[in-house]
């Protein structure tokens, strides 16, 4: 079955940088877009990037171009999400997402805080 599974989270100060990672399993990983999301306290999740399988396309949400930077490795069947400049507002849940045969998949999401 489609698996998503984020790690790399965790308490980081203001202009620290953080590294997150969404392992997969159960589907041809290379063929499918991959979404980061996160889920601030008390907001609706929202886009951060995205990824084509092969990994020669990508987008932003305009708020974070510049900060975040989305790759992917499809040896790996893993996407990373590099988080710079991190700022407090960035605090938040973040998961991965796939859709596969029109079916949305969700990781649990790794909690990502940006405190002093």
């Known amino acids: 079955q489609v698996q998503l599974v984020e790690s790399g989270g965790g308490l980081v100060q203001p202009g620290g940088s953080l590294r997150l990672s969404c392992a997969a399993s159960g589907f041809t990983f290379s063929n499918y877009v991959i979404h980061w999301y996160r889920q601030a306290p008390g907001k609706e999740r929202e886009l951060v990037a995205a990824?084509?399988?092969?990994?020669?396309?990508?987008h932003y949400v305009d708020s974070l171009k510049g900060r975040f930077t989305i790759s992917r490795d499809n040896a790996k069947n893993t996407v990373y999400l590099q988080m710079n400049s991190l700022k407090p507002e960035d605090t938040a849940v973040y998961y991965c997402?796939?859709?596969?045969?029109?079916?949305?998949?969700w990781g649990k999401g790794t909690l990502v805080t940006v405190s002093s």
């Open positions: 990824i084509t399988g092969a990994g020669g396309s990508t």
């Open positions: 997402k796939v859709t596969v045969r029109g079916v949305y998949y």
